[in-house]
């Protein structure tokens, strides 16, 4: 009885201090993953002339083995993409890639600003993001996404599904999908 009234007392002063900030904070989750630059915007800016939308042109599987994959990513972002990609974003490059290959429906977050919620996710997928305030639809329009939500500060995911494959997005973790569905 004494640690039911002390777990909801937590759960008092958690949601009592997330419900509506006046000025909203730059940085609501204070440890959140976002990649302003965006790994599908990327694609389609420096490397769909070449390997087609999305990747469509690539060859199945890669001639490239998963170690290798790393260094000609680098190399072509350097090279032909004229557009070199620091640490952070090159990982999620190849993320993307591995994803891709594997079938999988690629979702990532580029942005929070006040409680509008910005990402990027795979061609034709639907798009969700899944909180304690329940589930809202986000927008699609190509592979952005927004989506407009009550409480930012709370712990929430973005979910992602295109017919039977589905990704969970976490926040906290990471900004983007990696193979597998995770976030
Ligand atoms: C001007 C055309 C061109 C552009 C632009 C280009 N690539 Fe390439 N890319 C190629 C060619 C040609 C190959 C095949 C070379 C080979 O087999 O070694 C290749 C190979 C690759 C491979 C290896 C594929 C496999 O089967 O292992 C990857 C990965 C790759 N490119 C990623 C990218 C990325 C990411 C970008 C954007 C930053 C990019 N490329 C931009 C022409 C291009």
Redesign the pocket.
Known sequence: MRSRLLVSAAGLIIWGCSSPPSTPPAEPFGDVQVLPLGPLT??QA??A???GPYGAF??E????DPA??VT??DE??R?????P?DAANLAA?VAF?RVMRAGGVFLSLTSIEGGLVRGEASAGAEVEIVGPWGRMTAEVDGHLWKCRIDDVSGPWVVEGRIGSERSTLNPRKRAYTVPGGGG
């Not at 599987?61 to 490239?64: L, R, T, V």
């Open positions: 990327y694609f420096h490397c002339r070449c390997h690539y060859p599987p890669f001639k490239s290798t994959l000609r990513i072509m972002a090279g032909p993409g004229d557009s990609l490059q890639h």
